[in-house]
């Protein structure tokens, strides 16, 4: 088992304590979905990115999106490190053939390594699981926990009703306009590579 630094640790730790190559985490679901296109949009985000010259950081799964995501980017010869809790190495049945597993005790702490590991974050579509991870990390953006880019690749329109949500929060005033412009949004992984300033 590899031990996690947690919060205290993403104060301290640079995004990239392992090798110098930056990487990009993305957050997304442990299922596919029930439209085809989000396996195809989750395969082709991770080859854009490896494409790009970024490592991939992701839940550490094999199934759903999650597994796309580490088989495309493995099979475009990416480096792909996998964050997974011990209690979820058999519910999202552990990758054991990225780059490099690392399996935790808490999801706590595979919040905090996902983001001790990455220098910036993407979320796919996904269920809770991936709209905790991904509002944390943009929590600690915006109490200045981190400083890196955080960006939505809303596909097909996906994520439509939370960014109205957003936009009501806004307007309601629980969101300052430069609160909510810390998010990035896009529909493709091209665009969201050039609106993160990654591409």
Same mark, same amino acid.
Request: proline residues 4%; aromatic residues 8%.
């Given at each position: 088992?590899? &031990? ?13 304590? @392992?090798? !110098?190559?930056?990487?990009? @985490?993305?957050? @997304?679901?442990?299922? &596919?979905?029930?439209? &085809?296109?989000?396996?195809?949009? /989750?395969?082709? #985000?991770? =080859?854009?990115?490896?494409? +790009? ?6 839940? !550490?799964?094999?199934?759903?999106? *999650? ?6 980017? $493995? #099979? ?8 997974? &809790? %011990? #209690? ?18 808490? *999801? ?22 991936? *709209? ?5 990390? $943009?929590?600690? =953006? ?17 994520? %439509?009703?939370?960014? +109205?949500?957003? %936009?009501?929060?806004? =307007? %309601?005033?629980?969101?300052? /306009?430069?609160?909510?412009? $810390? ?9 969201? $590579?050039?609106?993160?300033?990654? /591409?």
């Amino acid at each position: 088992m590899t &031990p996690s630094f947690g919060i205290a640790g993403l104060l301290r730790m640079p995004g990239n304590f @392992c090798t !110098g190559m930056p990487r990009i @985490c993305i957050f @997304c679901g442990a299922r &596919p979905g029930n439209d &085809p296109r989000y396996v195809d949009a /989750a395969a082709n #985000a991770a =080859r854009a990115i490896v494409r +790009a010259g970024y490592g991939i950081v992701y839940g !550490g799964g094999r199934v759903g999106l *999650m597994g796309a995501v580490a088989d495309a980017a $493995l #099979a475009e010869g990416g480096e792909v490190l996998g964050v997974i &809790p %011990d #209690a979820l190495a058999s519910a999202e049945v552990a990758h054991n053939g990225v780059s490099r597993l690392y399996v935790v005790e808490t *999801m706590h702490e595979r919040k905090a390594m996902m983001a001790e590991l990455s220098d910036a974050f993407i979320a796919l579509p996904g269920g809770f699981g991936s *709209m905790d991870e991904f509002h944390e990390i $943009l929590t600690w =953006r915006q109490l200045g926990i981190h400083g890196k880019p955080i960006g939505l690749l809303n596909e097909g329109g996906f994520y %439509d009703e939370l960014l +109205a949500l957003y %936009d009501r929060m806004q =307007r %309601d005033g629980f969101v300052r /306009a430069e609160t909510r412009a $810390l998010l990035r949004v896009a529909s493709t992984i091209e665009e969201m $590579l050039k609106v993160l300033g990654l /591409a």
